[in-house]
Structures are given as C-alpha cells and as structure tokens.
C-alpha cells in the first residue's frame, strides 16, 4: 500500500507562486516517480508535469515555462509553479504509476484570482 499526500496549495493573486508537495510513504518501492494532475471545475483531469526517475522533466504546454517539477529523497516530488493565472484554477493531484495499481492523493485545492 502506498499512500500520497499534497500540500502547498492555497489562494493566490494572479502572477504569484505557489510550491506544492507531494510526499509518498509505504511501500514505494513499488511506485513510479510520482507526477501531477489537476482538475478544474467542469473539465476532464490533465497531465500537468511528469519526471522520470533520471531527472527529466515534461509539462503540458500550457505550463511550460512557468512551472517546474523536481525530485526529493524517497519519491517525494515539487511542484514550483510560477507566474499563475486564473486558467491554473483547479484541484491538484498527485498521481504514482505502480504495481498493482496506480495512486491518487487527496489533491489540493489552488485558486488563483484576477
């Protein structure tokens, strides 16, 4: 069992920052690096950053730029995420590919006002 936990989210004027975490505990030897997802009101949840074990790094487009994925010890991964829009508004989601199944966090909650 493998358990993935957000923090870092919160309320933020447009063109501030936000840095979220994502901390795994149990048996994450079984997991993937762990990636991040966001939902917004009404849409469909996107792939937002994704890092291999290696180091390397991809976002969707519409963060390019603006937001950077990075690694800590024991699969816990960051999400810097600069420059936010109002667009950004959504629940944010940790996501580990793993065996026997895939794992979700609880999300969090980042609003980003105009």
């Known amino acids: 069992q493998v358990h993935l936990v957000e923090s870092g989210g919160g309320l933020v004027q447009a063109g501030g920052s936000l840095r979220l975490s994502c901390a795994a505990s149990?048996?994450?030897?079984?997991?993937?690096?762990p990636d991040w997802y966001r939902q917004a009101p009404g849409k469909q949840r996107e792939l937002v950053a994704s890092i291999t074990s290696a180091g390397s790094a991809n976002y969707a487009d519409s963060v390019k730029g603006r937001f950077t994925i990075s690694r800590g010890n024991d699969k816990t991964v960051y999400l810097q995420m600069d420059s936010l829009k109002p667009d950004d508004t959504a629940v944010y989601y940790c996501?580990?590919?793993?065996?026997?199944?895939?794992?979700w966090g609880q999300g969090t909650q980042v609003t980003v006002s105009s």
């Open positions: 996501h580990a590919a793993g065996w026997p199944r895939p794992y």
């Open positions: 149990g048996n994450i030897f079984s997991i993937n690096v």
